[in-house]
């Protein structure tokens, strides 16, 4: 029955190629058998999310919900189980990469005042297409450098924080200017005049700002790995290079394909990742053995997947419950209407993810109530600026995602300790720039 999933998944990307949304459909309704048959093996966080959406969709049937609303509903749902199971399935490639060994042995090797962007935007290439595969990989071959050279405990501990509060932050920049952004997947999925040339101009801006607020600090940090009296190794065949370039291209390809195909950056991605993956999978393993990789991998994934394909059925089955459409006069009205909405849904998926709520379930339903909005004229440019830099700063602040989580299993400390102690004045510092950005949106 696992072989559910991956069909889904399939049937999905096909539907996005051949443009038949009948495909997407069907694939929803397989990737809801999968969920129905392994209930039992999801975590409690996305079973209580199951709990909820189904008892809003029961209660939206209710209200008259039509079957062909409730079709473009389960589409909506597959398309984000999809979008994070096709890119999730980078995890298949980055188990079998070698030990990234010299990856900070490079990066520490140049001048200290370009220690910070080049962590920064060598962890934000990474992450665009290995995604936490990124961290597992810093995190690791961070342990590793620091076991070989000859730090004390001081230059230790503040240059792991460094690393890794860099590193985290290259992560949270793919939300603001990578194609393979969930946000820029929700936003131009929901709200079809929207694109990611359209948000790119923004999302840079708020990237320089994340760049400028954090280069002094973590300079220093970062600077304390910077020297040390053990002698290099002689040559050897450093795979970090390769890695980065590849994700580089692999960039530049999803940005051609999208340039030049019906399809848009976040499908370009969708796309290309898992054709790379399995041409990957087959150089490596038995040809017997691909499909089962595929389906394990995904199978792995269930919980992210569930949590992203019903966060997008409750985020739309929430704006068709709510009258929001009946304030598109108060928010149109005057030009600070939609910069005030922007900056409720900004403060909101910040506060939310303090609270514990995925950041990803607040954005789908922030998305979802501007449809309407949107639908009756209200400029929705500004919202979705701030919804970009929102979440940016919630994969910092949530001591409940799984970044954090990860990070303090590395550094032997408390997830609290990197989402408040590490980030928190950092975000602080970057809320009232970042809402300026989205006023001149």
């Known amino acids: 029955m696992q072989v559910l999933l991956p069909l889904s998944v399939l049937l999905v990307l096909l539907g996005l190629i051949t443009r038949a949304p009948l495909l997407g459909v069907t694939g929803g309704a397989l990737m809801v058998a999968f969920f129905v048959r392994y209930w039992s093996?999801?975590?409690?966080?996305?079973?209580?999310?199951?709990?909820?959406?189904?008892?809003?969709?029961?209660?939206?049937?209710?209200?008259?919900?039509?079957?062909?609303?409730?079709?473009?509903?389960?589409?909506?749902?597959?398309?984000?189980?999809?979008?994070?199971?096709a890119l999730g399935l980078m995890h298949a490639v980055v188990k079998r990469l070698p030990q990234v060994s010299g990856l900070h042995r490079i990066l520490l090797a140049g001048?200290?005042?370009?220690?910070?962007p080049s962590y920064l935007f060598s962890a934000f290439a990474i992450s665009s297409v290995l995604s936490f595969g990124m961290l597992n990989l810093v995190c690791s071959s961070?342990?590793?450098?620091?076991?070989?050279?000859?730090?004390?405990d001081a230059q230790r501990r503040g240059g792991q924080r460094g690393v890794m509060v860099t590193a985290l932050r290259g992560f949270a920049l793919v939300p603001l200017i990578a194609p393979t952004s969930v946000t820029v997947a929700i936003l131009s999925r929901e709200l079809p005049g929207l694109t990611w040339s359209a948000l790119l101009p923004y999302g840079l801006l708020c990237a320089l700002v994340l760049l400028v607020l954090g280069w002094p600090a973590e300079t220093a940090r970062l600077s304390l790995l910077g020297h040390?009296?053990?002698?290099?190794?002689?040559?050897?065949?450093?795979?970090?290079?390769?890695?980065?370039?590849?994700?580089?291209?692999?960039?530049?390809?999803?940005?051609?394909?999208?340039?030049?195909?019906?399809?848009?950056a976040t499908q370009a991605a969708m796309v290309l990742i898992p054709v790379g993956v399995v041409a990957f999978l087959f150089r490596t393993l038995p040809t017997t053995a691909v499909g089962r990789e595929v389906t394990d991998t995904l199978a792995g994934m269930r919980n992210e997947i569930f949590i992203f394909a019903a966060s997008g059925l409750l985020g739309g089955l929430v704006a068709a419950l709510v009258p929001v459409g009946?304030?598109?006069?108060?928010?149109?009205?005057?030009?600070?209407?939609?910069?005030?909405?922007?900056?409720?849904?900004?403060?909101?998926?910040?506060?939310?993810?303090?609270?514990?709520?995925?950041?990803?379930?607040?954005?789908?339903?922030?998305?979802?109530?501007?449809?309407?909005?949107?639908?009756?004229?209200?400029?929705?440019?500004?919202?979705?600026?701030?919804?970009?830099?929102?979440?940016?700063?919630?994969?910092?602040?949530?001591?409940?995602?799984?970044?954090?989580?990860?990070?303090?299993?590395y550094a032997q400390i408390s997830p609290w300790n990197i989402a408040f102690r590490w980030n928190g004045r950092f975000a602080l510092l970057a809320i009232v720039p970042l809402l300026a950005i989205a006023w001149i949106a």
């Open 111 to 116: 001048p200290s005042r370009w220690l910070y």
């Open 326 to 409: 009946e304030l598109a006069p108060l928010f149109s009205s005057t030009p600070l209407g939609p910069f005030i909405l922007g900056s409720i849904a900004m403060v909101s998926i910040i506060v939310l993810a303090l609270a514990g709520v995925a950041p990803i379930i607040t954005l789908n339903l922030c998305a979802g109530l501007l449809v309407p909005l949107a639908d009756r004229g209200v400029p929705i440019m500004q919202p979705a600026v701030a919804l970009l830099a929102g979440f940016s700063l919630a994969m910092l602040l949530s001591p409940y995602g799984p970044s954090a989580l990860m990070l303090s299993r």
């Open 41 to 85: 093996s999801l975590m409690p966080y996305p079973r209580r999310l199951g709990v909820v959406t189904l008892a809003t969709t029961l209660w939206w049937l209710l209200q008259g919900g039509s079957g062909a609303e409730l079709q473009r509903a389960l589409g909506s749902a597959a398309y984000y189980g999809t979008f994070i199971g």
């Open 142 to 152: 961070l342990q590793h450098h620091l076991d070989r050279q000859s730090y004390t």
């Open 228 to 264: 040390t009296d053990t002698p290099e190794e002689g040559p050897r065949r450093e795979p970090m290079i390769p890695l980065l370039l590849t994700c580089l291209a692999a960039l530049a390809l999803i940005a051609g394909l999208a340039s030049f195909s019906w399809l848009s």
